[in-house]
């Protein structure tokens, strides 16, 4: 059955608004746990955007990317800070990589590149805002963590699209908001 473009695009913001919460609420969580470093964090909330940009396209993942660095930013206060800063730097990063390598990569080795774009841009902030960042010393460790990261974010977005993720009908977010 045929919807009409109101019902169409209601499904399109639906589909967005649960990503963007899923990614919040995935974002905050991992924010909870404590990291060695400032840069190594688990990468929960890319699991979402990796799985949104391999279902739905690039411009749904740097949405999903945006709002959820700037919600999680505001829920935890972090809004007007570098950390804020190195967040959203890192997903617009990582979502323009993600949706360059979409269509050549698998899920995993899209997730590997939109993982190592977004602590490579990290990096290059952080090293604008502390002039003396010992960049030399960090970038091994960094590649390591972000093809280790990456590796396990794309298996895990794997998993939940396969099982249908996000789990609604969904017509396609991307595409325009008229019926096919």
Do not use: H
Request: hydrophobic share 50%; glycine share 10%; charged share 10%.
């Amino acid at each position: 059955m045929w919807k009409s473009t109101e019902e169409y695009c209601g499904d399109r913001v639906r589909i967005e608004v649960l990503l963007v919460v899923l990614a919040i609420g995935a974002g905050v969580i991992e924010n909870l746990i404590p990291r060695p470093l400032p840069f190594i964090k688990l990468g929960l909330a890319n699991v979402i955007t990796v799985a949104a940009i391999a279902k739905y396209g690039f411009w749904t993942g740097l949405r999903v990317n945006i709002l959820r660095s700037t919600g999680a930013a505001l829920f935890i206060g972090t809004l007007a800070t570098p950390t804020y800063l190195l967040s959203i730097s890192g997903g617009i990063a990582s979502a323009a990589v993600m949706g360059l390598v979409k269509r050549y990569f698998s899920v995993t080795g899209m997730s590997i590149s939109g993982s190592l774009s977004s602590l490579s841009i990290q990096l290059l902030t952080a090293s604008a805002l502390l002039p003396g960042l010992p960049m030399n010393s960090l970038l091994l460790p960094l590649t390591i963590w972000g093809f280790l990261s990456g590796t396990i974010t794309g298996i895990v977005a794997i998993v939940l699209l396969r099982r249908g993720f996000p789990w609604i009908y969904d017509p396609g977010v991307d595409s325009a908001c008229t019926p096919e």
